[in-house]
């Protein structure tokens, strides 16, 4: 049995990870931490990490929010915990820095925990290598704080590593004489890909990614329906964590892809 501890308990996302984490027979929610009291499948809710040291807890999943989760995942570094996170708003220098924090600890940081979100980020790798214009939109809930999505981010990435990789020039590239009419209008540019973000009441995480070349066009889309479509690649992450020494970035490094 793997003792877990979750952070943000009481949201949307870290109450099904306990759900998900109590529902395991190799798991056990040990603890449960945020800053709204309660419980949470039969566990008091805290608002002190150190209920996570004072439980044993040997993995800690970080569902909380940007401005948090680094002194999360700095804390349970410092007391080897592992940790796993979902939180998303992570920048290239705050990978940085988590790697240098892990030392007994083993960190997993994912963008997105679907099965299905992570084949769509792979495949889109691999259809860059035949296409010289792509476009994402992203589309969340409206309680979504960071724009544009991890997962958006990670897509836009892996896009132009494809591109460099065959010697493709950026496919974003403006039209000569183009101009906004409406500043943003063209969305944000991450690398070589324009990346657009929506945010609309009664969405949850949905993605697509556009490819066009002449004479036609190639779209990969992937929906979130449920949050529960998360929770096999969380545990899958919380399973693994203490196998990987260092910080681990992306679901796919434990998928066969």
């Known amino acids: ?27 056990e929610l040990a603890a449960a931490v945020n800053r709204v009291p309660g419980f949470v499948c039969g566990v008091e809710i805290a608002d002190d990490p150190k209920a996570m040291v004072d439980a044993g807890v040997e993995v800690a999943v970080d569902f909380t929010q940007p401005d948090v989760v ?21 920048s290239s220098d705050d ?24 084949l769509m980020m792979h495949f889109a790798r691999q259809a860059a290598k035949y296409y010289p214009s792509c476009e ?19 897509t836009a990435q892996l896009v132009q590593d494809a591109w460099d990789e065959h010697g493709r020039p950026p496919g974003g590239e ?18 070589g890909v324009r990346v657009h973000g929506l945010r609309l009441k009664g969405r949850i995480a949905h993605q697509e990614v556009l490819f066009g070349a002449a004479g036609e066009a190639f779209t990969i889309r992937h929906d979130t329906l449920d949050r529960s ?11 693994a964590v203490a196998s990987r020494p260092g910080l681990t970035v992306g679901l796919e490094q434990l998928l066969d892809l």
């Open 1 to 27: 049995m793997i003792r877990v501890g979750v952070f943000g308990a009481s949201g949307k996302m870290g109450r099904t990870v306990c759900e998900a984490v109590a529902s395991d027979p190799d798991l």
């Open 70 to 90: 680094k002194g999360n995942v700095r804390f349970c570094c410092e007391h080897a915990i592992h940790c796993v996170v979902g939180t998303t708003g992570l």
């Open 95 to 118: 990978l940085d820095e988590i790697s240098g924090w892990t030392g007994e600890a083993s960190v997993f940081v994912a963008p997105n925990f679907s099965i299905g979100a992570v």
């Open 136 to 154: 994402v939109v992203e589309l969340h809930h409206t309680e979504k704080l960071d724009a544009p999505s991890g997962t958006a981010l990670r």
């Open 174 to 191: 403006p039209a000569p004489g183009e101009r906004e009419t409406a500043v943003g209008a063209r969305g944000a540019e991450v690398g």
């Open 229 to 239: 479509s998360f929770m096999p690649g969380v545990l899958l992450a919380v399973k």
